[in-house]
Structure formats: structure tokens, C-alpha cells
């Protein structure tokens, strides 16, 4: 597995780029956004791991252009911004997970697994892979819901969030159990984060006019599909 590590901070590339040598991936690293770009288009890459402060071009830049570019390669943000509005921004910028400085090491190192643990797709799973709800249409393989005519790009944590709500429409599904989904059982971030990707989906997913799909139910969790 090949990682790319961009962040400016040498004390802490340093240290960092060993320890993931030390646990057997392939590191190269570069110390602003721009070098970061030029790094992608000559190499291909199974995680980035992007500082969200970086020279020439930050790390929320970044990932907003490698997604417009088409790469789905998944992407951990490092960041020392902790208020909900900046979580917010960092997963619409299309980050997969993110990490808030100063961190354990054993965290990252989890984060990096729990990334690294996509499912290798076949062609005949991907012709299967779509699922329905009344007007929308999720391709999972491609992280794309369809709503009518128009198709809407989704981050990797959005496409699995919906998946799990259209396999159990009307069922109050805990936020522990979205959670353990979501990050596959280990360690999980701070709770806010789930309800950063809820609000991120119900803006893509919602029409006009129309009531939200995603229902909060207070102190338990959240329930998909039309209210009765």
C-alpha cells in the first residue's frame, strides 16, 4: 500500500512517515499542496493524508480538486480546526475522515487502516450495486445518488451512510450502530461528526418542499424514509 503524506511540519513528517514504513506501507511526502498535486499525477496512491494548513495550496483545496479531477482515493484531513462549521467544510471538500492536532498515534495509524480497508469491487458487483428509495437511485460503486435526471457526487462516508439508511428504511437506527458502520470498530471520532455527515447528506439529498428522508429521533438516533 502506497501513502502520501503532505504536511509542512517536519517534526512531525518525520516521525510519522517511519512509523508507517515501520508498519509496512510505501511513504512519500511533500511539504505543500502544490508539490502534494504534482506528487498525485505521477504516482498512484492508496490514502492521502493532507494537512488542512499547507503553503501554495491547503489541504481543503486540495482534496476539492483531486474530487473534481474524478480521484476517489481516499483521503484523511489533519487539522487542528475542531468547530463543527470546519468539519463541515473539510467532508463537503470531499476528506473521507479527519483527524484534529494534537493526536495519538495510535489513532492515526487506526484512521489509516480503517481507509485502507475498502472492498476490492468485481465488474459483476458493480452492475449490482445500486440501490432505490421511491425517486432516488444510489450507485454505490461510483459514490453517486441519482434523483430524477441529475446525478450528485458523494464522498465515500456519505455513499456508505445512505447505503446502510436504504437497506433499513423506517427503522430507528442507533448512533452507535451508524457509527460502528461507518468506521468499522475502531476507535470512532468525536460524536459531532456523525451529524456533520447527516447535515452534508440530507443538503444533497433533500428536494425542495419536500421533507427530509434522514429523520433525527431524539436520543436515539436517526430513521430514513417518508413520514406516515
Same mark, same amino acid.
Given at each position: 500500500?502506497? @501513502?502520501?503524506? &503532505?504536511?509542512?511540519?517536519?517534526?512531525?513528517?518525520?516521525?510519522?512517515?517511519?512509523?508507517?514504513? $515501520?508498519?509496512?506501507?510505501? @511513504?512519500?511526502?511533500?511539504?505543500?499542496?502544490?508539490?502534494?498535486?504534482?506528487?498525485?499525477?505521477?504516482?498512484?496512491?492508496?490514502?492521502?493524508?493532507?494537512?488542512?494548513? =499547507?503553503?501554495?495550496?491547503?489541504?481543503?483545496?486540495?482534496?476539492?480538486?483531486? $474530487?473534481?479531477?474524478?480521484?476517489? &482515493?481516499?483521503?484523511? #484531513? +489533519?487539522?487542528?480546526?475542531?468547530?463543527?462549521?470546519?468539519?463541515?467544510?473539510?467532508?463537503?471538500?470531499?476528506?473521507?475522515?479527519?483527524?484534529?492536532?494534537?493526536?495519538? #498515534?495510535?489513532?492515526?495509524?487506526?484512521?489509516? $487502516?480503517?481507509?485502507?480497508?475498502?472492498?476490492?469491487?468485481?465488474?459483476?458487483?458493480?452492475?449490482?450495486?445500486?440501490?432505490?428509495?421511491?425517486?432516488?437511485?444510489?450507485?454505490?460503486?461510483?459514490?453517486?445518488?441519482?434523483? %430524477?435526471?441529475?446525478?450528485?457526487? +458523494?464522498?465515500?462516508?456519505?455513499?456508505?451512510?445512505?447505503?446502510?439508511?436504504?437497506?433499513?428504511?423506517?427503522?430507528?437506527?442507533?448512533?452507535?450502530?451508524?457509527?460502528?458502520?461507518?468506521?468499522?470498530?475502531?476507535?470512532?471520532?468525536?460524536?459531532?461528526?456523525?451529524?456533520?455527515?447527516?447535515?452534508?447528506?440530507?443538503?444533497?439529498?433533500?428536494?425542495?418542499?419536500?421533507?427530509? =428522508?434522514?429523520?433525527?429521533?431524539?436520543?436515539? %438516533?436517526?430513521?430514513?424514509?417518508?413520514?406516515?
Amino acid at each position: 500500500m502506497r @501513502i502520501l503524506l &503532505v504536511d509542512d511540519e517536519c517534526e512531525m513528517t518525520v516521525p510519522l512517515s517511519l512509523q508507517l514504513t $515501520r508498519e509496512g506501507y510505501d @511513504i512519500d511526502v511533500a511539504h505543500d499542496g502544490l508539490a502534494g498535486h504534482e506528487f498525485i499525477q505521477r504516482q498512484v496512491y492508496d490514502l492521502l493524508i493532507l494537512d488542512w494548513m =499547507l503553503p501554495g495550496k491547503s489541504g481543503v483545496d486540495l482534496c476539492l480538486q483531486l $474530487r473534481q479531477e474524478g480521484l476517489t &482515493v481516499p483521503v484523511l #484531513l +489533519l487539522t487542528a480546526k475542531d468547530t463543527v462549521d470546519d468539519r463541515v467544510t473539510g467532508l463537503d471538500a470531499g476528506a473521507d475522515d479527519y483527524l484534529v492536532k494534537p493526536f495519538e #498515534l495510535k489513532e492515526l495509524l487506526a484512521r489509516v $487502516r480503517a481507509l485502507l480497508r475498502r472492498p476490492t469491487m468485481t465488474p459483476s458487483v458493480l452492475s449490482e450495486s445500486r440501490l432505490s428509495y421511491e425517486k432516488l437511485e444510489l450507485d454505490e460503486a461510483n459514490q453517486l445518488v441519482y434523483i %430524477g435526471d441529475r446525478s450528485i457526487d +458523494l464522498s465515500e462516508k456519505e455513499s456508505q451512510l445512505l447505503a446502510y439508511f436504504m437497506k433499513h428504511p423506517n427503522q430507528v437506527l442507533a448512533h452507535q450502530e451508524l457509527y460502528e458502520h461507518l468506521w468499522q470498530g475502531d476507535r470512532t471520532p468525536n460524536s459531532n461528526v456523525l451529524a456533520a455527515q447527516i447535515r452534508l447528506l440530507r443538503k444533497k439529498i433533500d428536494s425542495p418542499n419536500e421533507a427530509t =428522508l434522514i429523520h433525527t429521533v431524539y436520543g436515539k %438516533g436517526y430513521r430514513f424514509g417518508r413520514s406516515t
